[in-house]
């Protein structure tokens, strides 16, 4: 059965500091998503990794995927408001199907 | 472009109605997809279709029926809506054989049944 889990499921954190979100996988895909969503909204794409050692930046977040490991991670530096949003991992399977983690709800307080 | 659409937004029913939720697309993509969002929860796969006249299930295809008569829409239906039913509801696409392969989502419907 194919699994995502994202750790954490919910982070609050002050403007200013650094941390990470994690996405274990549990295929041997070699690729891997990550979508915003805000409240009530659709889910917008920020990156799309496709290979071993892939990193992307955008602003102040910065994505990297181990697929030997089956780990993503997504890293958010100097956190403003502005981030405050849900964050999902989504794995990419045969037919383009997506098999979405479960999100992380991420709070940033002035 | 419109991207990605869907029709209604919002939708109430009571147990045992029928409704169907359309998807359409301007973008000339061969992938569509419906999902499903719960609350705490990451989407889930309901039905796709990796082209016109044809279709998949997902995950969580029960209580639901596809249709993808033309290229540029996909119908979601539901011939006796349940409770458990009350969802947001996504329908996505995707181009063929991109490198990317990345799925545009619609803005959703917030279907409830009574």
């Known amino acids: 059965e194919l699994k995502v889990e994202q750790n954490p499921l919910f982070l609050s954190m002050q403007e200013g500091k650094n941390y990470t979100i994690y996405c274990n996988y549990s295929?041997?895909?070699?690729?891997l998503y990550w979508y915003r969503q805000d409240p009530g909204k659709s889910l917008e794409s920020l990156f799309v990794?496709?290979?071993?050692?892939a990193v992307k930046q955008e602003g102040r977040l910065m994505a990297s995927l181990d697929t030997k490991a089956r780990l993503s991670t997504l890293h958010i530096t100097a956190a403003v408001h502005d981030l405050s949003a849900t964050y999902f991992c989504?794995?990419?399977?045969?037919?383009?199907?997506?098999?979405f983690g479960s999100g992380t709800q991420l709070t940033v307080l002035p | 472009n419109a991207g990605v659409t869907q029709t209604p937004k919002f939708r109430v029913l009571k147990t045992g109605q029928s409704m169907t939720l359309l998807c359409a697309q301007d973008?000339?993509?061969?992938?569509m997809y419906w999902y499903r969002q719960d609350p705490g929860m990451g989407l889930r796969l309901i039905h796709y279709?990796?082209?016109?006249?044809?279709?998949a299930k997902g995950e969580v295809p029960d209580g639901y029926n596809v249709s993808r008569l033309k290229k540029q829409n996909f119908l979601l239906g539901l011939e006796s809506a349940a409770p458990s039913q009350t969802s947001v509801y996504f329908c996505?696409?995707?181009?063929?054989?991109?490198?990317?392969?990345?799925?545009?989502f619609g803005p959703g419907t917030r279907l409830t049944v009574l």
């Open positions: 996505a696409s995707s181009p063929i054989q991109h490198l990317l392969n990345e799925q545009f």
């Open positions: 973008m000339n993509h061969e992938y």
């Open positions: 989504a794995e990419h399977e045969s037919q383009g199907q997506l098999t």
């Open positions: 990794l496709l290979s071993n050692g």
């Open positions: 295929t041997t895909s070699d690729r």
């Open positions: 279709s990796v082209g016109e006249g044809t279709t």
